[in-house]
């Protein structure tokens, strides 16, 4: 099943310096039937206001996977960690047994964009850590490049889940085909542009799909498109 969810019927907050798009019940917004999709719990877009941010507060036993699509964005850790990240990096933070961290945009003039992305850990009880990875955007032309995956690797991130996380830039009237083992789940995300799903289900500018007991996806593009697809485990 395909199961559609339109931009608009996104939770959207505005704090003023900060602009957020919730994908998932999160702070103020609570809705019991829209929770999570398997072990993804959290996928904030937020739009932050040069030289602002969240500052140092605390995450406990999350998984939490940050992409910056416009933007700088500076991260600080308890950890000691300190990295400025683009489009073309990403980075990744085991919450674990606790961590405090900051999150701020790092440009006097640019709009920071970048999606948030929580993931419940395979197991509890983690050592905190923190990665940043770099990946090479051309290998996103019409195919899908993962970008963050359990083993980790060459340019991918590693994450304590059964999960990964593909970009892809699909040209128009082009085609990328997915598949993945039966019982599995796929988060599915357009950045930019517009795509068709196996032929049916059309879904424009930050669109999203929840896709379940379906092993083979073609994505067409109709227009020029910046989609993120998600492989997660079925078993939560």
Known sequence: MIQVYPAASRYMADHGWLKSNFSFSFADYYDPSNMSFGPMRVLNDDFVAPLEGFGMHPHREMEIVSIVLT????????????????????????????????????????TLNFLQMWFMPSHAHIHPSYETTEFDVERMKNALLPVVSTQGGENIASIHQDMTIYLSDIDADASVAFRTEPGRNIFFFVIDGEVTLNGEEKLMRRDSARITDVSDLLIQASTDARIMLIDLTGAY
């Open 71 to 110: 933007g700088k964005l500076e991260h600080r850790d308890s950890l000691g960690n300190h990295a400025v990240t683009g489009f073309g990096e990403v980075q990744r933070m085991s919450a674990g047994t606790g961590i405090y961290h900051s999150e701020m945009s790092a440009s006097e003039t640019e």
